[in-house]
């Protein structure tokens, strides 16, 4: 005796053949009629709410009203065999790239702008300094030296 259902969106659970937990497969007629190409994510629901998706992949040997999943994907649906799941299509969306970004400033201080209670804080890096400059005292050394060596050299020739 056939189980068949009222609305096309309702399909019957049948074992698959293989127990993969990713794919569900269906007839091709099926698929046609509910407007799912091969590899769509089809989202299932079953009983209490429960919900998970896979893949649908076309199968001659499924009959037109059943679809086949694996013991896996049934404890997650709570269904058993010959037990009635509802599905729906989930819509593609474009792949985005994840972008790394620094936080908000809002984030790095507090959330008016002073510094964050209860954290610590890093104390931020602090200028050097400027060299300090020769006095006159070693200023008017080093011009001494200077001029030694200037009449050394001088008085060598």
């Known amino acids: ?5 009222k609305a ?3 399909l ?3 074992e698959a053949a293989m127990d993969d937990v990713s794919v569900c497969p269906l007839h091709p007629a099926t698929m046609d009629r509910l407007s799912i190409y091969q590899g769509d994510v089809v989202l299932l629901k079953g009983n209490r709410c429960r919900d998970t998706v896979c893949l649908a992949l076309p199968d001659e040997e499924c009959p037109e009203h059943a679809l086949r999943i694996g013991r896996a994907t049934r404890s997650n649906l709570q269904v058993r065999l010959a037990d009635v799941v509802f599905r729906a299509r989930v819509p593609r969306r474009p792949v985005r790239r994840a972008r790394a ?10 959330p008016r702008g002073g510094p964050r209670r ?3 804080q890093a104390p931020l890096p602090r200028r ?3 060299a300090p400059l020769p ?4 200023h008017h050394k080093q011009m001494a030296e200077k001029l030694l060596q200037f009449k050394s050299i001088m008085h060598a020739n």
């Open 128 to 130: 050097l300094p400027p």
């Open 12 to 14: 019957v659970v049948e």
């Open 118 to 120: 209860g954290v610590p």
């Open 135 to 138: 006095t006159a005292i070693q």
């Open 8 to 10: 096309a969106n309702r």
């Open 101 to 110: 970004r620094p936080p908000r400033r809002r984030h790095r201080r507090g």
């Open 1 to 5: 005796m056939k189980k068949t259902t």
